[in-house]
């Protein structure tokens, strides 16, 4: 008897490896898949056409193409000479590999989850599984054991094409095509681990939106990508007129904001449930659509000091095209949630959205006793507007009971809150213009060029005979985005 070279040796068990595998495919196909594909089951079918095709659809392309391999290897072996090469024959099949691969891996996780369910809930499939697994071609193996074959395969071709790379010389024409078959195989599982993210993020994507009533419907988008998902309490009722605890979901260009329901009736598999009349209801959904606000409308995130008394708080401030105005939310996060790695996630999904490097610009911070204001309801400052309905909240949530003053309030209004910021540059009486000074503040409108102005406002300033610099302090108040602060005598 002939002795094996070592490359003919690691070549014959490439041969023997392939042939085991096609054998366990053609096992799956033969034992499990075609007697639950017949007519004429006794009893009646066992599994739904759509349970079977879940199971098995994406199975036969990898069995197609394997089959070749095998025979194409079993010539080699049986004319064997050092000239063939086995990098030529996986190249050749690179291509089906790329196809046949990707469906089956990345509905794997789906294909066990529908596999579990109806062994456990169908009697007869229980049965018939059973039955199956006891034959000898089974190797007593469970048909999920059985499906995890192919997610394995292309790994362990990889590291025995690496072993007949080492017993091939350099010299040798098949070890250049063995080089290349090697990176092509490592081309198809980046392939496959790439598509399969996008696979899942895409379910994903689908099972956020079908749990979210009322959602919009342009939050699921192809180029949309979910980055985090966060627990945590409304402190302002801007969203939520009693506060309440609220879910926010972090795409890669919007924030979709939610109320958390506490109980579900049913879960996202059940389209709905049947009523003692016999009526379809509809499901209950986990969520509640309150808001969608796009990143670029980010303007600031606040990071609220932590203290003894005030832990995980923080705020945004974003600008509301509808109301045209400038809002601040402020939320605390649950405990279990680290707000500094949250919020650098938060400022770097809003920098990547308007396109800019520093995400650092956009986290301001500050001490939480700047947020028990004491303003009157005619203060149009969005900041005093936004804690004053909720102060004695404030207080019992976060036992803030100092009160800033008025040089501490400005600080923390002018560190925040920039609503002429994106709407012009300054004329040059602006430029030394100080936010501690109330007085000054009462001046904006008038401080503001004609370009800032509105249209029909711009030509009535321009008329000498329109009055307005009489009647159009209340006029122009109630049109621009502009601070008041309402000057109340301060208490030392």
Not at 214 to 233: E, F, G, I, Y
């Amino acid at each position: 008897m002939r002795t094996l070279t070592a490359r003919q040796q690691v070549c014959f068990e490439l041969y023997q490896t392939e042939s085991n595998y096609v054998g366990i495919l053609n096992t799956i196909m033969t034992v499990f898949k075609e007697p639950l594909e017949h007519p004429e089951q006794i009893g009646g079918p066992l599994l739904a056409p759509a349970e079977i095709k879940i199971i098995f659809g994406n199975l036969l392309p990898i069995y197609e193409v394997h089959q070749q391999v095998r025979n194409e290897l079993a010539n080699i072996i049986n004319n064997w000479s050092e000239d063939h090469s086995i990098g030529n024959l996986i190249l050749t099949h690179a291509p089906e590999f790329m196809k046949a691969y990707p469906p089956f891996v990345n509905f794997f996780e789906k294909t066990k989850v529908v596999l579990a369910n109806c062994d456990s809930t169908k009697p007869r499939f229980h049965a018939f599984l059973k039955r199956c697994q006891s034959k000898p071609e089974c190797g007593r193996q469970t048909l999920q054991e059985l499906l995890i074959r192919p997610v394995q395969r292309l790994p362990s071709v990889i590291l025995l094409l690496n072993d007949i790379l080492k017993h091939t010389s350099k010299n040798s024409p098949d070890h250049e095509a063995l080089e290349k078959a090697i990176q092509a195989l490592k081309d198809v599982m980046m392939h496959i681990n790439e598509d399969k993210r996008k696979t899942e993020g895409q379910v994903e994507m689908f099972d956020i939106v079908n749990d979210i009533e009322n959602c919009p419907p342009n939050l699921l988008s192809s180029h949309r990508k979910l980055v985090a998902k966060t627990d945590m309490q409304e402190i302002t009722d801007l969203l939520l007129k009693k506060g309440g605890p609220i879910t926010m979901f972090l795409f890669t260009d919007v924030l979709e904001i939610c109320k958390k329901r506490n109980k579900v009736a049913s879960s996202l598999k059940s389209p709905g449930v049947v009523s003692i009349s016999g009526t379809l209801k509809p499901q209950s959904k986990g969520y509640k659509h309150l808001d969608l606000l796009p990143l670029s409308h980010i303007k600031r995130v606040v990071d609220i000091t932590e203290t003894e008394d005030c832990k995980n708080v923080f705020a945004i401030v974003t600008w509301s095209s509808k109301e045209l105005k400038e809002l601040l939310y402020a939320f605390i996060l649950h405990d279990d949630i680290c707000k500094s790695t949250f919020l650098r996630t938060l400022c770097r999904q809003v920098a990547n959205s308007v396109c800019k490097a520093d995400a650092e610009n956009l986290l301001t911070s500050l001490d939480p006793h700047l947020l028990a204001l004491q303003s009157s309801d005619n203060s149009g400052n969005v900041l005093t507007k936004a804690f004053s309905k909720t102060k004695d909240k404030l207080g019992r949530a976060l036992s803030m009971r100092r009160t800033p003053t008025k040089r501490g309030l400005s600080r923390a209004v002018s560190t925040i809150i920039s609503p002429l910021r994106n709407f012009g540059t300054p004329s040059n009486s602006m430029q030394n213009f100080r936010l501690s000074s109330v007085t000054n503040l009462t001046l904006i409108p008038f401080l503001l060029t004609d370009a800032l102005l509105p249209y029909n406002l711009r030509h009535r300033t321009n008329s000498p005979d329109s009055g307005y610099a009489s009647s159009g302090r209340r006029s122009l108040s109630h049109q621009l985005p502009v601070l008041h602060l309402h000057q109340s005598e301060e208490r030392r």
